[in-house]
């Protein structure tokens, strides 16, 4: 008797048994791990994934249902994958089936009658049959047949030279007997080739036959360096490289505009000429076409880009092409990691700081530290690169865990210079100073391109009644409501109402937008040059990844000068005719609720001033701020970013907080906030009662309400737990969950957060 256990999309964290169907010994060997089945479940029929086999289970046999049917041939999820999906599930505390489902493309995840068309397709393939062999002299005495032999069999793109030659027997039997040709290569070949094909097959002269995929074998490249590397980044190239090919983590600090990228593509290089398949992740705002386009130009092969506005079914046909070995370097974001690669060599992860690795629903985790992990279990190396580490691994180069590199001048142009400006001292009108306005003019006059950043969407933050400090508020948050023009919007929830004219509680002509978002500042620069084209960037202009790339071609053709917008531009991009860069307003970050607020405040400074004077020209970095005293503006532009993090980690190790220790936060929701309150006490008092020990060895908070308490019309309130040991902390959240779990939950869910990527 044999116990197949599967992984359903279910939020129960658990697997679900079936019992094996009665098939021969054989049949039973065909069982395979990582292939999907369809199952009965209670009275419907779902997809489960084959975890493990076994031969006991804890269920009364009677009660075991038996598969429907098996959907796949060959293992949809290879071991090494499996392997990550339980590690993440255990890690993060998230459902095996959230996992596993995460990690599919969203074809296979569901079951309909056509759906079984979405596994791995089984693989055609065409040879010279034997009649062919025979029947030569006669067949290749036509010049258009000899053509189309060379075509469909000789793979060296060149078939041409090799017709033009004297027929000889000897050579065309050699070069083309027992080759293969795949349907797959089909679609590379010219159309005219097919009614020849088509000819060939009804005159016997080929044979075809089917067979399960093929994972191709390893394809070599011989991709030549790139001679224009500097010896800062060919020592980093090598760095790499030559360790030996295991497992190792490489942290590349490298100031903006250092060629982070060209150090990529030499190791990708590297790998590639192994026979090995590259990961490549980014930041979903950097992979543009054109990112694309410049790699696959120096490169010169088949680049695959994987991002989540891919269509379902391309993102199927990616994720089949690099399982079958068909691509070598997928560049992705986040959930490219999930990509099946059988022959990955190394994974590269650009921008390692950046808040999009985070997944911040469903199963919450961060695709850097899955990649790590992952990197790990294939005992493969991985380098993670930014201009602006993260803390934590800035803290683990320090202590030896990840081998530290550094690229500390920029290829071209120099470092920006900062200047502080001072508000008290110079009033801004509209949101920009008279020193922030002639220095934008008198980079027009030069022709040259100015970025203005403000983190805040909108026209205005608030709208406020100056007779009666009435503010607009979201009814189903605790957050004021952001004036976009004639609108009200939440930014946390759907809600969205028309601006009021008169005041609701006074009903006075007395209401004014106070503060400013990109909207107003865009209005404001308009008045001030009307003759000037300005691109601005912020989610509610560019809502598809074509906004983003016409935006991007409009400033790369110079056709604007004036660009504005959110850390959205802060982010990757290379604008080589900026000269200026100002920051308008990043005051609301400098006194954040959150421990993490200067790493980020520091970091985004970092990247936004690292936009300008990429190329020759010199450029300035203008900041705007009431604070000028605080340190950040003081001490950041004097030492840089590393020296200044450091100092953040100084503080950090103090007061015992992350990378110093580890947290999670457990989170309830409730429309009543005693009701989240009072389950997660109840939950807590259990805990410390059944783990009195383990308890001991934490730092608990009791229940507490969120910074925004009130979201969507939920009540949130959590409990921070800390250890400093990463495994006393997971076994503490397993009990944890555990308890929670079993709790009578009405109106109410939870959810953890491990490694939290900000306070609650
Ligand atoms: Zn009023
Ligand atoms: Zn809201």
Same mark, same amino acid.
């Given at each position: ?71 796949? @041939? ?100 050699? @070069? ?6 795949? !349907? ?17 097959? !009804? ?80 930041? @979903? ?74 997944? #911040? ?56 210079k900062w200047q502080i400006i001072d508000c008290?001292l110079h009033p801004q009108v509209n949101g920009l100073t008279e020193v922030l306005i002639e220095a934008i003019k008198a980079r027009l006059d030069k022709n040259e391109q100015v970025i203005l ?33 004639? #609108?009200?919007? /939440?930014?946390? /929830? ?11 509680? /006074? ?14 500042i865009?209005?404001a620069l308009?008045d001030i040059f009307?003759?000037e ?28 000068r004036i ?16 000269t200026l860069v100002a920051v308008i ?27 300008g004077? #990429?190329?020759?020209?010199?450029a300035q970095v203008l900041i705007q ?26 503080? +950090? ?32 008092? @259990? ?22 308490? +009130? ?14 040991? +990463? ?21 109410? #869910? ?11």
């Amino acid at each position: 008797m044999l116990i197949l256990r599967f992984a359903v999309f279910t939020p129960l964290k658990r697997s679900f048994d079936y019992l094996a169907p009665n098939l021969s010994t054989q049949e039973n060997l065909s069982l395979k791990i990582g292939t999907r089945f369809l199952l009965p479940f209670g009275h419907q029929k779902c997809i489960g994934v084959l975890l493990s086999i076994a031969t006991s289970t804890q269920i009364n046999i009677k009660k075991l249902k038996t598969p429907l049917a098996c959907l796949d @041939e060959l293992p949809i999820l290879n071991a090494n994958l499996l392997k990550l999906a339980n590690w993440m599930s255990s890690y993060y505390h998230a459902p095996i089936g959230y996992v596993l489902w995460l990690m599919l493309p969203p074809p296979l995840r569901i079951f309909s009658a056509s759906s079984t068309k979405n596994s791995i397709p089984q693989t055609r393939s065409y040879k010279i049959s034997a009649l062919g062999r025979e029947m030569l002299p006669q067949i290749a005495a036509n010049a258009k047949n000899r053509l189309a032999f060379a075509q469909l069999f000789k793979k060296d793109q060149n078939p041409e030279s090799f017709v033009d030659k004297e027929f000889e027997k000897e050579t065309f039997e050699k @070069e083309l007997f027992n080759k293969e040709l795949f !349907e797959h290569e089909l679609s590379a070949l010219s159309f005219k080739v097919r009614p020849q094909l088509k000819y060939f097959l !009804e005159q016997n002269w080929i044979t075809t036959q089917t067979q399960n995929p093929t994972v191709l074998p390893k394809y070599y490249y011989a991709l030549k360096p790139n001679p224009l590397l500097t010896n800062a980044q060919q020592d980093v190239v090598n760095a790499v490289i030559n360790q030996a090919d295991e497992f190792k983590v490489s942290l590349l600090e490298g100031v903006t505009g250092s060629g982070k990228t060209e150090v990529y593509l030499e190791l990708a290089k590297h790998f590639l000429n192994k026979g090995q398949q590259v990961l490549i992740l980014v930041p @979903e705002i950097g992979l543009t076409p054109q990112f694309l386009a410049r790699i696959q130009n120096q490169l010169q092969i088949n680049v695959l880009g994987i991002h989540s506005q891919l269509s379902n079914l391309a993102r199927f046909e990616a994720w089949l092409k690099a399982t079958l070995n068909q691509i070598h370097l997928v560049i992705g974001t986040r959930t490219a990691l999930f990509t099946p690669m059988p022959n990955l060599g190394m994974i590269i992860i650009d921008e390692e700081h950046d808040a999009s690795y985070r997944s #911040r629903d469903g199963v919450r985790y961060s695709a850097r530290d899955a990649a790590i992990v992952y990197a790990k279990h294939l005992n493969i190396p991985i380098l993670l690169g930014s201009a602006t580490p993260a803390l934590d691994s800035l803290q683990n180069s320090l202590n030896g865990r990840y081998q530290a590199l550094f690229l500390k001048q920029r290829v071209l142009g120099t470092m920006p210079k900062w200047q502080i400006i001072d508000c008290i001292l110079h009033p801004q009108v509209n949101g920009l100073t008279e020193v922030l306005i002639e220095a934008i003019k008198a980079r027009l006059d030069k022709n040259e391109q100015v970025i203005l950043f403000l983190n805040r969407r909108g026209f205005a933050p608030v709208l406020f009644c100056q007779n009666c400090k009435w503010m607009a508020d979201c009814p189903a948050c605790d957050a004021h409501l952001t004036l976009h023009y004639n #609108r009200l919007s /939440c930014h946390h /929830c759907a809600y969205s109402a028309p601006k009021p004219e008169f005041c609701p509680n /006074c009903q006075k002509d007395s209401l004014i937008a106070l503060g400013y978002g990109t909207q107003r500042i865009e209005n404001a620069l308009q008045d001030i040059f009307p003759d000037e084209k300005i691109v601005r960037i912020d989610r509610d202009t560019i809502s598809k990844k074509q906004d983003l790339e016409n935006a991007l071609d409009l400033i790369n053709s110079l056709q604007t000068r004036i660009i504005l917008g959110t850390q959205m531009i802060a982010k990757g991009h290379d604008f080589a005719e900026v000269t200026l860069v100002a920051v308008i307003d990043t005051d609301n970050l400098l006194f954040s609720h959150d421990f993490r607020g200067e790493e980020q405040l520091a970091q985004l400074l970092t990247q936004v001033s690292g936009r300008g004077g #990429r190329a020759q020209k010199p450029a300035q970095v203008l900041i705007q701020t009431y604070h000028p005293e605080h340190a950040i503006f003081q001490d950041l532009p004097k030492i840089g970013y590393h020296e200044y993090a450091l100092s953040l980690l100084e503080k +950090r190790a103090l007061f015992k907080l992350p990378p110093f220790s580890y947290q999670a936060q457990i989170f309830a929701d409730s429309k009543v906030l005693e009701r989240a309150n009072k389950f997660l006490q109840n939950g807590l008092d @259990e805990f410390e009662q059944q783990y009195d020990k383990l308890a001991a060895l934490l730092k608990i908070s009791p229940p507490l309400s969120c910074y925004m308490s +009130r979201r969507k019309g939920y009540f949130r309130a959590y409990i921070l737990v800390q250890s400093h040991d +990463r495994n006393i902390l997971n076994i503490s959240l397993a009990n944890l969950d555990q308890i929670l779990g079993s709790l009578k939950k009405q109106d109410l #869910r939870f959810h953890i957060e491990v490694d939290p990527p900000e306070s609650a």
